[in-house]
């Protein structure tokens, strides 16, 4: 299990360099990693396993922020109108690419947060309002999808990890 302690930090070198391309198919150590991202963030949101286990909530994870440098991202984007209803947004998308984008920037008015970074960071993060991202999945399946909002903002920031 994925705890905070599994998480680097800001100034880590594997933060900073290019991570690696995934080939197909994936190893189990990929196919496990992978459920232990998506784990964490089950376990982040939910109220009595975060206070248990000393996790900071959180909607995105990349496989270089627990210090495995390939391009891996694990997403679970809660509908935060109704906390009861299916996520907005839940995967893991291996190789994405952001190949296109809006000219219309937006921001989150609540600010955004990075399970890497310890302080606060005052101000805002701007974003495309949209993006169109390709990747694929565990099985090597290949997806070209458009996110909005919310979403590409977990997107993007993951992409830049």
């Known amino acids: 299990?994925?705890?905070m302690d599994d998480i680097i930090r800001e100034g880590h070198p594997t933060l900073r360099k290019?991570?690696?391309?995934?080939t197909f198919p994936v190893s189990d150590e990929i196919r496990q990693l992978a459920a232990d991202m998506m784990e964490f963030l089950?376990?982040?949101q939910d109220e009595e396993l975060a206070e248990k286990y000393g996790l900071r909530g959180g909607v995105g994870l990349?496989?270089?922020q627990v210090n495995v440098s390939i391009q891996m991202t694990a997403l679970l984007v809660p509908d935060m109108f109704d906390?009861?209803?299916e996520p907005l947004l839940e995967g893991v998308f291996l190789n994405p690419r952001v190949v296109s984008h809006s000219v219309e920037g937006v921001c989150l008015r609540e600010g955004e947060g990075c399970l890497s970074v310890d302080r606060d960071v005052?101000?805002?993060?701007?974003r495309h309002a949209r993006i169109t991202v390709t990747y694929n999945d565990l099985d090597g399946n290949s997806y070209k999808n458009v996110f909005l909002?919310?979403?590409q903002s977990c997107y993007n920031?993951?992409?830049t990890i």
Request: hydrophobic share 45%; net charge positive.
């Open 83 to 85: 906390p009861d209803a």
């Open 157 to 159: 920031m993951k992409l």
């Open 42 to 44: 089950h376990n982040s």
């Open 149 to 151: 909002v919310m979403k």
């Open 122 to 126: 005052p101000g805002y993060v701007p």
């Open 62 to 64: 990349a496989a270089p």
């Open 18 to 22: 290019k991570a690696e391309k995934i």
């Open 1 to 3: 299990m994925i705890t």
